[in-house]
């Protein structure tokens, strides 16, 4: 019969292409450059580039009438694609061609028929393009999806470091009971080697929010990160009355970009005292933390502090040494500093407690670690870094934990596909509930895990005063602990035993784990001469599977102190 969307009985037995990846809507930066107005395309801010765009009225009306009439076309093409109804599952959001192309695609796919094409690897793990794929795993109609990176520059033209899909689709009269699947594949003779099966309730069991893909490099992670999501719940789950066991709230405090005007730097702040983090005057400018700032257990990660133009102009910027971190009142350097008002009306009837607990939204597969948390004093945050509120403050330090540990970023290792570890990805991430953290700790019964993890939290993270409102919110009340490199690397480790236990890993698949983390082995071989996390890690593990062996008795922590006993600063240490 007659098609309901399409209108006609047919369609091909085949549809191939390599559709256009063009974003529909116009960008100023692109569109100037085009023209050679790169004082326009490299404003600092966006408020500076729209004053300017506005001035070309009267300096020049022939640039100013081109770009409303590119304005106006983009326009018009975004409000077909999002409002005619004719790509209802892709026709949403900041619009990319390629999707629009893709559900053209399998719209005009026979019922017999197959579909094959070419797209970033984002039609399939992107949250705009989500209602289309989903909906593509539901009727069983994905036949393969092989991920390719473009090291090897198949594409020559494009960056290496873009993702890139083949992707086969059925018509609407066949179903696909297992779907092939290939990741990061560099050239089309890998994709026999790395290619396996998964069905698409399994695909679908790990993003139950989106329905969008998971990155699996091997079987092995696969099989791994299945049976984890069995065990587990995702840490919110969309529409589900118990779907958000942390009480979580998720905010953006500061864009870069479209908040420009709020920020101060040194030279508009000359007037005010500057006491080594805010500056203190009528009213007092609180620093703006940008991502590349925090780490784990660690708010001080890097600074502006000497930083020459070339580390800012890369992102890249001077790291404290352990000497410096080792100050209690030493805090990194900001860029920009926005007023206290500004931030508290920014948190109004949100949160009120002195610190915020969120983690790096810039990420990469190919970085030492995927998802990056961090605690940080209260003050203005950017958009790069992502802040969540949980209802209950007090369980913010588990949650730190949890997302601090080596498991928790292999399982967020395995839905990247780009470089943001956005909101929609991290809310589909495994993550224990509380109501683990209340039971007894296998390896010391006489404990709650919760207990257990409390005294490893408060020393990895307060190491300064600033911090000191959730040293307080854990219930500490004493100096800072002292930065000692070779003590932290202990206790970090049995903290990632101790979630390897929590997520019920085997041996094996510890090993496993900890061998994916190979940037880390890298830089821990160059460093120390051996892949250290590896033997701490295994040994913590070791002795607490000993210790649960036996009923839960003769557990002992690698560090002769145990958590929260190590030094700290003299009580008078505050500047």
Request: net charge neutral.
């Amino acid at each position: 019969g007659v098609g309901g969307r399409t209108g006609w009985r047919g369609g091909f037995t085949c549809v191939l292409g390599n559709p256009p990846w063009e974003r529909v809507k116009i960008q100023d930066k692109e569109f100037f450059a085009s023209v050679s107005r790169n004082d326009i395309a490299n404003a600092k801010t966006a408020a500076i580039r729209a004053k300017m765009i506005d001035a070309l009225a009267v300096e020049h009306p022939a640039l100013y009438d081109a770009y409303h009439s590119a304005l106006r076309a983009s326009d018009g093409t975004s409000h077909l694609y999002l409002h005619s109804g004719r790509y209802p599952l892709t026709g949403q959001g900041d619009v990319n061609t390629y999707s629009i192309f893709a559900e053209t695609f399998r719209t005009i796919t026979a019922p017999t028929g197959v579909a094959g094409m070419i797209t970033p690897t984002g039609l399939a793990t992107d949250k705009m393009t989500s209602p289309f794929f989903a909906d593509t795993l539901k009727h069983s109609r994905l036949v393969a999806f092989y991920d390719f990176e473009n090291e090897a520059k198949i594409f020559p033209g494009v960056d290496h470091r873009f993702r890139f899909a083949v992707s086969a689709i059925a018509g609407s009269a066949r179903s696909v009971t297992r779907t092939r699947f290939a990741f990061l594949s560099r050239r089309v003779a890998d994709v026999s080697n790395r290619r396996f099966e998964l069905d698409s309730e399994e695909v679908l069991s790990l993003n139950p929010n989106t329905g969008t893909l998971p990155m699996f490099r091997t079987r092995a992670d696969a099989d791994i990160t299945l049976a984890i999501y069995q065990r587990n719940p995702v840490l919110v789950r969309d529409g589900a009355a118990d779907g958000n066991p942390w009480d979580l709230s998720f905010c953006r405090l500061f864009d870069m970009t479209n908040d420009s005007a709020l920020f101060k730097q040194h030279d508009d702040l000359s007037n005010a005292a500057f006491n080594g983090w805010s500056y203190e005057g009528q009213t007092e400018y609180l620093p703006l933390y940008e991502a590349k700032m925090l780490g784990h257990f660690d708010h001080r990660y890097s600074t502006y502090r000497d930083a020459t133009q070339g580390q800012r102009n890369v992102g890249s910027l001077p790291r404290p040494t352990a000497r410096q971190h080792d100050d209690p009142s030493m805090e990194p350097m900001a860029r920009y500093w926005v007023a206290r008002p500004t931030v508290t009306a920014a948190l109004e009837g949100k949160w009120d407690r002195g610190w915020l607990l969120g983690w790096r939204d810039i990420t990469n597969m190919g970085n030492e670690r995927t998802f990056v948390p961090s605690v940080l004093p209260l003050a203005a945050v950017g958009n790069s870094f992502l802040i969540a509120l949980p209802g209950i403050p007090a369980l913010g330090s588990l949650l730190h934990a949890v997302w601090s540990s080596l498991i928790f970023d292999f399982v967020a290792r395995q839905k990247l596909s780009g470089s943001h570890m956005n909101y929609f990805t991290a809310k589909q991430l495994a993550c224990p509930t509380p109501s683990v953290f209340a039971k007894p700790t296998g390896w010391q019964p006489e404990r709650t895990l919760a207990e257990w993890l409390a005294p490893y939290i408060l020393e990895l993270s307060y190491t300064s005063w600033r911090l000191r409102p959730y040293a307080q919110e854990m219930g500490d009340d004493g100096p800072p602990f002292r930065w000692n490199a070779n003590r932290r690397a202990l206790l970090q480790a049995e903290v990632d035993a101790a979630m390897l236990h929590v997520y019920s890993l085997t041996r094996i698949e510890t090993e496993h784990v900890l061998d994916s983390f190979g940037v880390v082995r890298k830089y821990e071989e160059r460093d120390y001469g051996e892949y250290r996390t590896r033997r701490l890690v295994l040994e913590a593990y070791n002795r607490m599977t000993a210790a649960i062996s036996r009923g839960g008795s003769g557990w002992t922590p690698l560090a002769d102190l145990p958590a929260a006993r190590g030094p700290r600063h003299p009580h008078d240490s505050r500047a």
